[in-house]
């Protein structure tokens, strides 16, 4: 979790137990004027009704088929995570939803829109990522060797979350940048203006996020 004057942001794992009581208990504590969720208006629509955007084939010509592809495999590897866990994705920032409610707090949505970010993605992953990605997803889900061992209950340590940034980084550059880089830009504009209104917000984000979602928010008052 890190803060900076008004603004606090919790790093969770969006299908980890530990992340939804940690989410509701520091909403409650903080009693913010804002929650702020790493959602988009369209996974927020789905989030709340519990009805999921299922893909169409006439979506490879918005997304591309790269794009639809990737978003395909990424819904896929969440519902048999959480199937492991026995927590349905997502679990965390619907607790932040409802927590919200509860306090009658404004709910604020500061992710970029997803279909931007596949078609992003669309146009700047290479073979070589592509390749290396289903080899790895093979690895983890199938043959069970997964890059870095921890507990999907609880929220990864700090050394776990450098070290898997890290991977990624290096192993998937394009990954890297349209889905960590560019949506920490997005992200944290639009907390920086959230925090131009002078009112308390509370952020929900995945781990991995916060530290540097912060470095940018300060950097924005230079």
Same mark, same amino acid.
């Given at each position: 979790?890190?803060?900076?004057?008004?603004?606090?942001?919790?790093?969770?794992?969006?299908?980890?137990?530990?992340?939804?009581?940690?989410?509701?208990?520091?909403?409650?504590?903080?009693?913010?004027?804002?929650?702020?969720?790493?959602?988009?208006?369209?996974?927020?629509?789905?989030?709340?009704?519990?009805?999921?955007?299922?893909?169409?084939?006439?979506?490879?010509?918005?997304?591309?088929?790269?794009?639809?592809?990737?978003?395909?495999?990424?819904?896929?590897?969440?519902?048999?995570?959480?199937?492991?866990?026995?927590?349905?994705?997502?679990?965390?920032?619907?607790?932040?939803?409802?927590?919200?409610?509860?306090?009658?707090?404004?709910?604020?949505?500061?992710?970029?829109?997803?279909?931007? =970010?596949?078609?992003?993605?669309?146009?700047?992953?290479?073979? &070589? #990522?592509? +390749? /290396?990605? %289903?080899?790895?997803?093979? *690895?983890?889900?199938?043959?069970?060797?997964?890059?870095?061992?921890?507990?999907?209950?609880?929220?990864?340590?700090?050394?776990?979350?450098?070290?898997?940034?890290?991977?990624?980084?290096?192993?998937?550059?394009?990954?890297?940048?349209?889905?960590?880089?560019?949506?920490?830009?997005?992200?944290?504009?639009?907390?920086?203006?959230?925090?131009?209104?002078?009112? =308390?917000?509370?952020?929900?984000?995945?781990?991995?996020?916060? &530290? #540097?979602? +912060? /470095?940018? %928010?300060?950097?924005?008052? *230079?």
């Amino acid at each position: 979790m890190e803060s900076y004057k008004d603004l606090t942001i919790i790093g969770t794992s969006h299908i980890a137990i530990e992340s939804v009581r940690l989410v509701e208990r520091v909403i409650l504590e903080k009693n913010p004027d804002i929650v702020a969720l790493e959602l988009d208006r369209p996974r927020f629509i789905a989030l709340v009704s519990g009805k999921k955007n299922r893909l169409k084939l006439r979506d490879v010509k918005e997304l591309g088929l790269k794009g639809f592809l990737i978003n395909l495999i990424g819904a896929w590897i969440e519902k048999k995570l959480g199937e492991i866990v026995g927590i349905p994705p997502g679990s965390d920032m619907l607790k932040a939803v409802q927590t919200a409610q509860q306090i009658k707090a404004d709910i604020a949505l500061i992710d970029q829109d997803i279909r931007i =970010t596949l078609r992003r993605l669309n146009k700047t992953i290479t073979w &070589k #990522e592509k +390749i /290396r990605f %289903v080899w790895d997803l093979i *690895k983890g889900l199938v043959l069970r060797k997964p890059i870095v061992k921890f507990d999907l209950r609880k929220v990864p340590s700090e050394e776990v979350i450098e070290m898997l940034m890290k991977k990624v980084r290096n192993s998937y550059p394009s990954f890297y940048k349209t889905l960590v880089e560019e949506r920490n830009e997005v992200m944290s504009k639009s907390l920086y203006n959230l925090m131009s209104l002078n009112k =308390t917000i509370v952020a929900v984000v995945g781990a991995g996020h916060e &530290k #540097e979602i +912060i /470095r940018l %928010v300060k950097g924005f008052e *230079k």
